[in-house]
C-alpha cells in the first residue's frame, strides 16, 4: 500500500525541518510520497515529492484569484479553511483538490450539506488533519473531534472523498500512513475508506493532476500565451 501525506510543512514556508530532513522521516515512517507546502524544485530522492500550495483567503474573491494564479504551477492546490464562505467557496471550485481542516477555529465542523454536495460534484476531498487533533486538548479537543466526525457523515452521505493528512509543521508531527488511517477509523470512516484516505485518494489527486498538468489547461484558468 502506497501512503502519501500531502499536507506538511518544512523550513521552506513555516516549517522547523528542512525538506531533506521532512523527507528523512517520511522515510523512516514507510510513506511513498509527501506533499511539501511551496515546494518548486524537487530534491533528487526515491520519494515521491509533490509540489503543494495551500490558499489563505480572506474571502471567495481572493480564493478564486489564488486558483487562478497558482492551479497550473503546483501538483496539488489546497485551501486553508476556517472561514464558512472560504470553506464553501472551495467545495465549489473545481480548481481546488482539498480543503483543509474546515473546523478551524471554529465551534461547529465548518461544513453544512450544502458544502459537501458541492465538493462531491467538484471532487473537492475535505481533510482530516491530524495536527488538529494532536496539538489541542480537553474541550477544545473534543470540540475539534465532533465536527469531523460530523463532515466524516456528512462525506459518507453524499459521497464526498476524504483525505487523512499530518499537518506536521515539524518532523516529529508526522505519521506512518497506517497510523494516519486509525485516526479516519476513529472519527467514523470504514476502515477500507479510512485507509484509502491516506493511500489511494491523495494518490489519484496527484496522479490526475500530474497528467493534465502535463498538456491539458485547467477549465476556468486564462493562459497568456
Request: aromatic share 6%; glycine share 8%.
Amino acid at each position: 500500500m502506497d501512503y502519501y501525506d500531502l499536507h506538511t510543512y518544512s523550513s521552506l514556508t513555516t516549517g522547523e525541518n528542512t525538506t531533506d530532513e521532512m523527507i528523512a522521516m517520511a522515510r523512516k515512517l514507510g510513506l511513498r510520497g509527501i506533499g511539501v507546502e511551496g515546494l518548486r524544485e524537487k530534491p533528487a530522492t526515491e520519494m515521491d515529492m509533490v509540489s503543494c500550495y495551500i490558499i489563505e483567503a480572506k474571502n471567495p474573491q481572493q480564493l478564486m484569484e489564488e486558483a487562478r494564479r497558482y492551479r497550473d504551477s503546483y501538483e496539488v492546490l489546497m485551501v486553508s479553511g476556517g472561514d464558512y464562505e472560504v470553506n464553501r467557496a472551495a467545495c465549489e471550485n473545481a480548481m481546488i483538490d482539498v480543503l483543509c481542516h474546515p473546523g478551524k477555529g471554529r465551534k461547529d465542523s465548518g461544513l453544512d450539506h450544502v458544502c459537501v454536495k458541492a465538493a462531491k460534484e467538484n471532487n473537492v476531498a475535505i481533510e482530516i488533519n491530524f495536527r488538529e487533533i494532536l496539538e489541542n486538548y480537553r474541550k477544545r479537543r473534543v470540540r475539534i473531534l465532533e465536527g469531523i466526525r460530523r463532515n466524516v457523515l456528512l462525506c459518507r452521505k453524499f459521497g464526498a472523498p476524504v483525505v487523512t493528512f499530518s499537518g506536521a509543521a515539524t518532523k516529529w508531527g508526522m505519521r506512518a500512513g497506517r497510523e494516519l488511517a486509525a485516526v479516519a477509523a476513529m472519527v467514523g470512516m470504514e476502515l477500507p475508506d479510512a485507509i484509502a484516505s491516506a493511500s489511494t485518494v491523495p494518490q489519484q489527486i496527484v496522479m490526475g493532476n500530474r497528467q493534465r498538468l502535463s498538456g491539458k489547461k485547467w477549465e476556468g484558468v486564462v493562459v497568456n500565451e
